[in-house]
Nanobody, 124 residues
């Protein structure tokens, strides 16, 4: 069983930056894909970025070039650096884990472990 806790969210003006962290406990994250999803009010949870165990990164088109996902397996932590934030980025951000051997996925339903989320609000 893995427990995840996100942090780093908050209120920021458009054009600003935030760095989200996702700390895991109970099991090493080394064998997992780490993904960041976001869910705006009234909308479904959608993939923002995914990083594989080997460090390959994939991004949603809406954040490509502005956000950067990374991981530090020695610290059992995943990160999401968010730059040039826009009001449309406002959402609750969640980190999720999927066993690497199951293959790459961008569907929230394929991720087994989730943190409680952290709110990101971008004002115009």
């Amino acid at each position: 069983q893995v427990q995840l806790v996100e942090s780093g969210g908050g209120l920021v003006q458009a054009g600003g930056s935030l760095n989200l962290s996702c700390v895991g406990s109970g099991e090493p994250l080394r064998g997992y894909l780490i993904a960041w999803f976001r869910q705006a009010q009234g909308q479904e949870r959608r993939m923002v970025a995914v990083i594989t165990g080997g460090g390959s990164e994939n991004y949603a088109d809406s954040v490509n070039g502005r956000f950067a996902i990374s991981r530090d397996d020695a610290k059992n932590t995943g990160y999401l650096q968010m730059n040039s934030l826009k009001p449309d980025d406002t959402a609750v951000y969640y980190c999720g884990l999927r066993r690497s051997y199951l293959g790459y996925s961008e569907r929230a339903s394929d991720y087994k472990y989730w943190g409680p989320g952290t709110q990101v609000t971008v004002s115009s």
